[in-house]
């Protein structure tokens, strides 16, 4: 596609649900980025692959979030039994993978955890 | 572990007045640095970048950003703002010897008055 996508666009779900975040990244992207958007907090850094790999997991703030990537492409963000914690925009954003390539983010998705 | 800092939160200016961010980063190694933007309601996109060469970076819409070895900063600055650069800026850095994600600033408020 043109841009990165990302679905839903806003999520509400009641606390201890889980939810699934998707991305689809531009088209020939092989490195993609999940970062977490807080009001206060700036963009914390929660994982990224490059192609179906994850190098860094540093930023996964506890074993309830989790992130896959399938085929070099789509990637899908979980976070199981929701806090009110988790409460933000998340948002995802692809790059061509060289070192210092500019990132393409996507508009976000933003999870409301009632 | 790599951090980035930015000092001011909210900055608000009348249109015409010098604009100057500050950011400053924490990483002894070679660096690369970026100031993303993002307009209300818009996703966030690339304003500059600094590889290497010359430390004075020219963005677009009239930008520039000074790196400053010595200081660790890489700091954004506007002769003259427009309204419509009201708008949220983050800087970003990427070390040459980490792994290729990017590490983001808690972001400052550019709030321009017509």
């Known amino acids: 596609g043109a841009g990165v996508s990302q679905s839903p666009s806003n999520k509400v779900t009641e606390k201890g649900k889980d939810v699934e975040l998707r991305c689809d990244p531009i088209?020939?992207?092989?490195?993609l980025y999940w970062y977490r958007q807080s009001l206060g907090q700036g963009l914390e850094f929660l994982i990224y692959?490059?192609?179906?790999?994850?190098?860094?997991k540093s930023g996964l703030p506890s074993d309830r979030f989790s992130a896959e990537r399938t085929g070099g492409s789509v990637s899908t963000l979980t976070i199981q039994r929701t806090q009110q914690e988790d409460s933000a925009v998340y948002l995802c954003a692809s790059s061509l993978g060289s070192r210092g390539s500019p990132l393409h983010f996507g508009n976000g998705t933003r999870l409301t955890v009632t | 572990a790599q951090s980035v800092s930015q000092h001011n939160h909210h900055v608000i200016l009348s249109e015409a007045a010098s604009l100057e961010l500050g950011c400053n980063y924490s990483y002894g190694g070679t660096v690369n640095l970026f100031w993303y933007v993002q307009y209300p309601g818009q996703h966030l996109q690339l304003l500059l970048k600094y590889f290497s060469g010359d430390p004075l970076v020219k963005g677009i819409k009239g930008f520039e950003a000074e790196f400053i070895k010595s200081k660790f900063s890489f700091n954004l600055r506007k002769p003259s703002v427009q309204w419509s650069d009201t708008a949220e800026y983050f800087c970003?850095?990427?070390?040459?010897?980490?792994?290729?994600?990017?590490?983001f600033g808690t972001g400052t408020r550019l709030t321009v008055i017509p």
């Open positions: 088209s020939g992207h092989t490195a």
């Open positions: 970003a850095v990427n070390s040459e010897a980490g792994a290729n994600n990017l590490f």
């Open positions: 692959f490059q192609g179906n790999s994850a190098p860094d």
